[in-house]
């Protein structure tokens, strides 16, 4: 199976067959919802974008209505970091942290519920959600995943209930993404049945560690197993590192990182060990085991394929960020598109100003990002679903693990990325009232920033779905190095040519006639859609096979330079490629759907669809795919798309579900619409009556008239 053929992607999409779809909408509509008698089935939309686990979600969000659990910005860093770290008891009281451990602990044994409610926290506060997340989520999962039932009996109940707060310490100052190669080692003493935690240099200090600078009283420190001479590679160890009173412990050095430019309620540090003696039974074993005499042994021979087994187990961050992610792009336009019904700026032409949302531009601007956001949120639930089934155990197999890392690793990079540019462009949208605090735009903007490079830097996580792109020619590239995969790679590289990518039928497929109207309708047809986003991924990875043609009788070394040669293309293929996983679930989402809401997501699917390929239309020009004849309807079609679906705008944000609690932004409050009414009302009165002033220049168009009527006279 290929990536492009996940096992949930629906069937090959079918032409719509809606005469409403040609139904044309005037250009500036001052009402923000239609003017026909056809309306959003709201109730039923909200349903479909909460999902599954739609009970989980509704629990977080009534939970997070308490004032308690918002965020305060005017607080000092300090300040926020205790705040926050209160707040986590409140999730304590209401047993909103037990969801994913298993029951004999008293948890809930629902991983996909679990991460669905943890990831609505971020409406509250960004920082309440990632702190959370290190302590329930990190560090606690790691002693559920890596560890064994004894070690889920000791130290599952006090994670759960916060007696043990805890620090997930695998990032290295050194090596960020590079787990593999990270200084810090767990050396086994058989005199003495313990390990001998150290840091033998600077750089391997463990950084940016959430809980490390104040409040964890213990760590769960990924470092290099040494027994008996041999390194057996990264495993994971519980180590104390607190008192009771928050005191270091011998041996253990900590260092606050400080201020940041986001989520300054998480106390981020440094940890550093000197020699530091564990029990041997600290070693959190699941995946490979001590003996007292240092004898080692692993249920996984292959030491490459028992590392990204263990990291694997740990996918949850990347997963909770995709959905964070998309809420807090839903949470944007939430404020923002309310806010450009109520803001009026300059004459309409029929005496009245015009509301932000009558202009194209302002349209323009959010809508398409609106359609996205509708996307990610489709395709995050393909990601949950594949999450659960994976860690309930329903589906738990070396090959859904696989496809469910890389499934995370490609919609993690673009769901945070599309968050920053979602959330800069309503500030934008909102002028001056944007860049206030109160608005909330720039407090989730700093705290989202960090997003893009945690739970591992995005433009790494796209490499490895590259990786797993060209790997789906051969299942012998599973855990192989660059070098490798070249090497393979450039000895098929004739398999991989432009007739098994299929471009000869999506070419056959687009050509053109002279009628702009039959253009435009081809691109509006699901089919080519997707044909035409299918066959970018398969380009480049054919050419990027191609390339490697000339490394299969060099060097690894040398064959790992070509690779290198060849990364931002790849970083292409699999951006494209986890945008066309996004389509195909919003896709699937039109299909579930009836009705109204039926044609209302087809537009969405459609526009999303078309701004993927505006975005690359030099790449399809360039490469024979569009005409410049049915180029040149891209533009026209997504303006025509964007005027259909304005009218439902409001009800498409509805269905967010999203309440003032949840926004709290001043913006978004009705408050804008009070004083445009109140503003509106004066200037009403003002012309009623006798004591409105003349404009300059309508006295001055009276003086000129009467001068010509005197001069004819």
């Known amino acids: 199976m290929t990536l492009t053929e996940h096992p949930r992607t629906a069937p090959e999409p079918t032409p719509a067959d809606d005469a409403a779809t040609n139904r044309e909408v005037p ?8 003017d026909h008698a056809r309306t959003l089935d709201t109730d039923a939309l909200y349903a479909q974008l ?19 659990l918002w965020k305060q910005p005017e607080l000092t860093y300090h300040d926020q970091r205790q705040r926050v770290f209160e707040q986590l008891g ?12 298993p029951a004999y602990v008293g948890g809930g044994e629902n991983p996909g519920g679990n991460i669905a409610g943890f990831e609505e926290l971020v409406a509250a506060d960004p920082s309440l959600q990632i702190k959370a997340g290190v302590q329930w989520g990190l560090f606690g999962a790691a002693v559920h995943q890596l560890g064994t039932e004894e070690h889920h009996r000791k130290w599952l109940p006090g994670i759960m209930s916060l007696e043990i707060p805890g620090a997930f310490a695998m990032t290295e100052i050194g090596h960020g993404s590079d787990v593999a190669a990270i200084g810090t080692t767990a050396t086994y003493d058989p005199d003495t049945q313990e390990f001998v935690i150290n840091t033998p240099f600077k750089a391997a200090w463990k950084e940016y560690l959430g809980n490390a600078a104040v409040h964890g009283q213990a760590a769960t420190v990924f470092a290099q197993l040494i027994t008996r001479g041999v390194n057996h590679g990264v495993h994971c160890f519980f180590v104390p590192i607190r008192d009771a009173q928050l005191n270091l412990l ?10 940041k430019g986001g989520l300054n309620g998480i106390d ?47 996918v949850q961050g990347r997963v909770s960020l995709d959905g964070a992610s998309t809420k807090a792009a839903q949470v944007g336009l939430s404020i923002a598109l309310t806010y450009a019904y109520q803001r009026r700026q300059f004459d309409d032409g029929a005496g009245e100003e015009a509301t932000l949302m009558s202009y194209q531009l302002h349209r323009r601007r959010l809508l398409p990002l609106l359609a996205q956001t509708y996307a990610a949120s489709f395709a995050h639930h393909d990601l949950l679903e594949a999450f659960h089934d994976v860690f309930s155990g329903d589906n738990d197999t070396p090959e859904s693990r696989a496809e469910l890392e890389t499934l995370a690793a490609g919609l993690k990079p673009i769901s945070t990325w599309h968050a920053l540019n979602t959330l800069q462009t ?10 206030i605090t109160k608005n909330r735009f720039t407090g989730l903007y700093q705290d989202l920033d960090v997003y893009a490079t945690f739970e591992g ?5 796209l490499q490895l779905v590259g990786k797993r792109l ?20 450039s000895s098929r590289a004739e398999d991989l040519a432009l007739n098994r990518s299929g471009l000869r039928r999506v070419a056959q497929a687009v050509q053109d006639t002279a009628d702009a109207r039959k253009s435009a309708n081809a691109l509006k047809d699901p089919v080519a859609q997707a044909q035409l986003m299918r066959a970018r991924v398969d380009n480049l990875i054919g050419r990027i096979a191609d390339e490697l043609r000339p490394a299969r009788k060099m060097s690894k070394a040398d064959a790992a330079e070509v690779f290198n040669s060849q990364q931002v293309r790849l970083i292409e293929a699999a951006r494209s490629h986890a945008e066309l996983l996004q389509w195909e679930a919003l896709h699937r989402a039109v299909q579930e759907a009836e009705g109204v809401n039926a044609e209302v997501l087809t537009w969405l699917r459609d526009l999303f669809g078309m701004t993927l390929i505006e975005k690359n239309l030099g790449w399809y020009l360039s490469h024979g795919l569009l005409s410049t004849q049915r180029a040149r309807t891209v533009e026209s079609y997504i303006l025509r798309l964007i005027d259909r679906i304005e009218p439902y705008t409001l009800d498409l944000v509805a269905a967010f579900g999203y309440e003032q609690e949840h926004l709290r932004a001043e913006i978004s409050s009705g408050i804008e619409a009070e004083r445009q009414e109140e503003a509106r009302a004066y200037y009403r009165d003002l012309r009623a009556s006798s004591e409105a002033p003349v404009e300059e220049k309508t006295l001055r168009a009276r003086q000129t008239g009467a001068g010509k009527t005197a001069r004819r006279r």
Request: proline letters at 5%; aromatic letters at 10%.
């Open 470 to 489: 060209l790997g789906d020619y051969s299942k012998e590239f599973a855990g192989a190095d660059f070098g490798s995969i070249t090497k393979y790679v």
């Open 268 to 314: 981020n540090g440094q940890l550093a060990f000197d020699h530091v003696r564990i029990p041997r039974e600290n070693l959190l074993n699941r995946y490979g085991d001590v003996a007292e005499d240092g004898t080692y042994t692993s249920p996984i021979e292959s030491p490459g394929r028992r590392f990204f087994t263990m990291l694997g187990t740990l």
């Open 50 to 68: 909460m999902g599954r686990w739609r009970a989980e979600r509704e629990d977080t969000r009534k939970l997070i209505k308490d004032p308690a």
């Open 250 to 259: 011998p041996g253990v050095q900590s260092a606050d990182d400080g201020m």
């Open 90 to 101: 409140i999730l304590v009281q209401n047993q909103s942290v037990h969801r994913a451990y």
């Open 426 to 435: 309503c500030r934008e949208a909102c002028g001056g009232s944007g860049f």
């Open 457 to 461: 830097d995005n433009h790494i996580l």
């Open 27 to 34: 250009e500036r509509r001052r009402s923000p919802r239609p």
